[in-house]
């Protein structure tokens, strides 16, 4: 095996590290830049992440419905929200953006409640 191809590996196994070693809410800090920014699909791959070092994590399924709803994937945004909603009762804004989310799909009843 040659330098550079050590050098190469070195560097992927640094990054590896690095990723690995990112936090949940390292995650979510990524993924609200993204989603910001509306690249909308990068922000869904970073609250994936954040799901995965962190299962049910209320601040991951909040971002992750709101891109939902950015990309008009209403039932998606719905599972996330009402799932914010089961584990944290008193997340204000998920009642918000649950109640919208329904009344864009012309639940108009159930954006009531």
Same mark, same amino acid.
Request: proline share 3%; with cysteine.
């Given at each position: 095996?040659?330098?550079?191809?050590?050098?190469?590996?070195?560097?992927?196994?640094?990054?590896?590290?690095?990723?690995?070693?990112?936090?949940?809410?390292?995650?979510?800090?990524?993924?609200?830049?993204?989603?910001?920014?509306?690249?909308?699909?990068?922000?869904?791959?970073?609250?994936?992440?954040?799901?995965?070092?962190? &299962?049910?994590?209320?601040?991951?399924? /909040?971002? =992750?419905?709101? *891109? !939902?709803?950015?990309?008009?994937?209403?039932? +998606? %945004?719905?599972?996330?929200?009402?799932?914010?909603?089961?584990?944290? &009762?008193?997340?204000?804004?998920?009642? /918000?953006? =649950?109640?919208? *989310? !329904?009344?864009?799909?012309?639940?108009?009843? +159930? %954006?009531?409640?």
């Amino acid at each position: 095996m040659n330098y550079f191809s050590i050098f190469c590996l070195l560097l992927l196994s640094v990054g590896m590290v690095q990723a690995q070693s990112k936090t949940a809410s390292d995650w979510v800090d990524l993924g609200s830049t993204r989603y910001e920014a509306g690249d909308y699909d990068a922000a869904l791959t970073h609250y994936n992440h954040a799901l995965e070092v962190k &299962p049910g994590y209320s601040y991951a399924l /909040y971002g =992750r419905g709101l *891109t !939902h709803l950015s990309m008009h994937q209403y039932p +998606q %945004a719905l599972k996330d929200f009402d799932q914010v909603i089961t584990n944290h &009762p008193r997340f204000l804004n998920c009642y /918000y953006s =649950r109640a919208k *989310t !329904h009344w864009l799909l012309g639940n108009i009843e +159930q %954006a009531g409640s």
